[in-house]
């Protein structure tokens, strides 16, 4: 979950946040969601924190299917909306 999506995409993408996707070098989004409301998108990314692999990986293929890296779409948005 974050504010500034981003800043938390490129600090996943250089590797700035040591934690899972790191570890696991992961650099892509494949998946995202959106929430007006802080403590829905809490409890939102903690149970999906609980699903199986199999489960995340139905979520991704439903709404990406191809597994396309939303950062370049997401990025644009933004730059146009600077």
Same mark, same amino acid.
């Given at each position: 979950?974050t504010?500034?999506?981003?800043?938390?995409?490129?600090?996943?993408?250089?590797?700035?946040?040591?934690?899972?996707?790191?570890?696991?070098?992961?650099?892509?989004?494949?998946?995202? #969601?959106?929430?007006?409301?802080? #403590?829905? &998108?809490?409890?939102? #990314?903690?149970?999906?924190?609980?699903?199986?692999? #199999? &489960?995340?990986?139905?979520?991704?293929?439903?709404n990406?299917?191809n597994?396309?890296?939303?950062?370049?779409?997401?990025?644009? &948005?933004?730059?146009? &909306?600077?």
């Open positions: 979950m504010s500034d999506i981003q800043k938390r995409v490129w600090e996943h993408k250089n590797k700035v946040i040591k934690g899972f996707s790191y570890k696991y070098n992961l650099d892509k989004l494949v998946y995202v #969601e959106h929430s007006d409301d802080i #403590e829905t &998108a809490i409890h939102r #990314e903690k149970r999906l924190k609980k699903y199986t692999r #199999e &489960a995340k990986i139905n979520l991704i293929e439903q990406n299917p597994w396309n890296d939303l950062w370049v779409e997401i990025n644009g &948005a933004y730059e146009h &909306a600077v």
